[in-house]
């Protein structure tokens, strides 16, 4: 199986920068798609950032100019460093992973989430 654990979460005032991580393990040949989504109380899960094998990033227009995704494909870890946070970032940020497994089996995976709070 595969496994997603994210770390970097906190509070932090408005302004203020964190950078989330989500390191990816298990029986992995590849991970063509990592990205973040978030989730606001009573809101849908929502898009934030997504980055391909290749460096291919995708962000939603909220956080561009703010947020900046990267990945470590020898690692299989991606990162979200997040600067000039707003109270409207507040949310559950989840990791996901599009991955192609040993056996050459594909198949999307999330994280347990970590919780973003950007209040004063």
């Known amino acids: 199986q595969v496994q997603l654990v994210e770390s970097g979460g906190g509070l932090v005032q408005p302004g203020g920068s964190l950078r989330l991580s989500c390191v990816a393990s298990?029986?992995?040949?590849?991970?063509?798609?990592m990205g973040w989504y978030r989730q606001a109380p009573g809101n849908q899960r929502e898009l934030v950032a997504t980055i391909t094998s290749g460096g291919r990033t995708n962000n939603v227009d909220s956080v561009k100019g703010r947020f900046t995704i990267s990945r470590d494909n020898n690692k299989n870890t991606v990162y979200l460093q997040m600067n000039r946070l707003k109270p409207e970032d507040t949310a559950v940020y989840y990791c996901?992973?599009?991955?192609?497994?040993?056996?050459?089996?594909?198949?999307?995976?999330w994280g347990q989430g970590t919780q973003v709070t950007v209040s004063s």
């Open positions: 996901y992973a599009d991955v192609l497994k040993v056996g050459f089996v594909r198949a999307n995976y």
């Open positions: 298990g029986s992995i040949v590849n991970i063509p798609t």
